[in-house]
Nanobody
């Protein structure tokens, strides 16, 4: 069992930055792929980014096209934490952001069905 707690959300002006954190409790954090998803009002939950540790210094990362070049996902296995650095924020980035953990068979997955554990979410609001 893995418990996930997100933090770092808030209100920011367009063009600004925020850093989200997701602290995990439980065993074998390093074996899980960690993803960030988001859900805007009236919309379905969508994939944002994911990272999977392959061992040593090798990490796989993958981003949605909408955030590529602006967001950076990273993880610290020693701290059982995954981060999402969000730069150049836009009004359309406004959403509740969720952290998720899963044991993937592939290097990455955008499918939320592949993630077994979810946090409660943190609100990000970008004012234009």
């Amino acid at each position: 069992q893995v418990q996930l707690v997100e933090s770092g959300g808030g209100l920011v002006q367009a063009g600004g930055s925020l850093r989200l954190s997701c602290a995990a409790s439980g065993r074998s954090f390093s074996s899980y792929a960690m993803g960030w998803f988001r859900q805007a009002p009236g919309k379905e939950r969508e994939f944002v980014a994911t990272t999977r540790w392959s061992g040593g210094s090798v990490y796989y990362v993958y981003y949605a096209d909408s955030v590529k070049g602006r967001f950076t996902i990273s993880r610290d296995n020693a701290k059982n934490t995954v981060y999402l650095q969000m730069n150049s924020l836009k009004a359309e980035d406004t959403a509740v952001y969720y952290c998720a953990a899963g044991t993937l068979r592939t290097r990455y997955s955008e499918d939320d069905d592949d993630y077994d554990y979810w946090g409660q979410g943190t609100q990000v609001t970008v004012s234009s």
